[in-house]
């Protein structure tokens, strides 16, 4: 597979390529500028909006906008406006934010955090229910990363990228409830990860140039070169599911490109976040 880059601005730190499937569109963040990106790949046409402060990721909001991981909490923003629905990291260690996130076919938004300066075990993974209540699902996390579920929702996997492995959990879907962690696959620094609709794992190499295809016995099916150093993370969209797209960051000499290619795989689309209250 050819990754060719698309002509959208570099990013310092490119994060969390999510496929919208109710507006044709790939949503991506530059998380240290607050920004939010959406394209329609049928032009490359490119819309960006600034949030005003650090967002680790962004998700569709079922009942209109955008659901994200901004540095402070969980919030929606509609209509040019920003609210934070449940703040987190006033609870935490100074100098955490959030990062990289997404929902269950419930609609419920898992996203972590962690400190700037990578403090071991200052992070921790949260669950923002459809009610808008909060709750602490993982704590002694380093760097909370990719969040994923297999086809039919009774696992979930999941990356602390210093520990150098993508574990799994038992997951269900009726109420939200994670256990029996283990690891799935070992890994140098893995970062944001997908599923695809087979059931295989896409997992970003931050310093690894490359993303990594994982079979569900947690074996290597393929390594994706990436022309960048730093990978963050992947996701498959387009009208049909077929397309790769990357996601990079700086690293002091080149990166932050967001690249693309079309795969004999089909992926599945972001699942939108499903509050039941409105601004």
Known sequence: MDLKPVPVPAARLGEGPR????????????????LVHRLDPADDALESIDVGRPV????????GGLALAV???FAVHEGGRLEVVAPVTAAEPP????????????GRFFAGTKAEDDTPGAGSLYRLDTDRSCA???????????????????????????????DVFDYDPASGEM??????????????ITVDAAGHVWVALWGGASVVRLRPDGST?????????????????GPDLDVLYVTTAWDGSGGGELWRCPTPYTGLPANPYRDLLRP
Request: aromatic share 6%; with cysteine.
């Open 19 to 34: 496929w919208d499937d109710g507006t044709g569109t790939l949503l991506w963040v530059d998380i240290p500028a607050g």
């Open 56 to 63: 680790g990721v962004a998700l569709p909001r079922a009942s």
């Open 71 to 73: 540095r402070d909490g």
């Open 95 to 106: 100098g955490n934010r959030m990062n990289d996130g997404a929902c269950d076919r419930a």
């Open 136 to 166: 602490r699902v993982l704590a002694g996390v380093t760097i909370s990363n990719g969040i994923a579920w297999s086809p039919d929702e009774r696992l979930l996997y999941y990356v602390d990228t210093a520990t150098d492995q993508v």
């Open 179 to 192: 256990a029996n962690r283990r690891r799935f696959a070992g890994l140098p620094q893995p970062d944001g």
């Open 221 to 237: 099916d393929l390594t994706v070169p990436v022309p960048a150093a730093n990978v963050t993370s992947c996701a498959l969209g």
